[in-house]
Nanobody
Framework: QVQLVESGGGLVQPGGSLNVSCVASGRIFSLRRMGWYRQAPGKQREWVASITSSGTTEYADSAKSRFTISRDNARNTVYLQMNSLNEEDTAVYLC???????????????WGQGTQVTVSS
């Protein structure tokens, strides 16, 4: 009933920038916290950044001063602007959202399939 679809990943050179986005669709009643995670090959999934419905943001230490999370509540979309990328940022970036649906009105966390970000020269 709910889908999260990421886009905007790709190949970028070290020092470059990339903006990934995630759109939530379906029978959505309300959206709370939205966030970005990443998972590199052979590593555990790690949290990158989160944003509440009112716009309060939090960042992992690895993302502070380089990444900016934002959201468009009217479009149920969350963005992650990534600057000064380095090879350690290479990973699949996944978005998550805490959503209440029109069928149950209970809160659950949903995940997208992810978008690949590769930083390489």
């Amino acid at each position: 009933q709910v889908q999260l679809v990421e886009s905007g990943g790709g190949l970028v050179q070290p020092g470059g920038s990339l903006n990934v986005s995630c759109v939530a669709s379906g029978r959505i009643f309300s959206l709370r916290r939205m966030g970005w995670y990443r998972q590199a090959p052979g590593k555990q999934r790690e949290w990158v950044a989160s944003i509440t419905s009112s716009g309060t943001t939090e960042y992992a230490d690895s993302a502070k001063s380089r990444f900016t999370i934002s959201r468009d509540n009217a479009r149920n979309t969350v963005y992650l602007q990534m600057n000064s990328l380095n090879e350690e940022d290479t990973a699949v970036y996944l978005c998550s959202a805490v959503i209440s649906t029109m069928s149950t009105y209970s809160w659950n966390t949903y995940w997208g399939q992810g978008t690949q970000v590769t930083v390489s020269s």
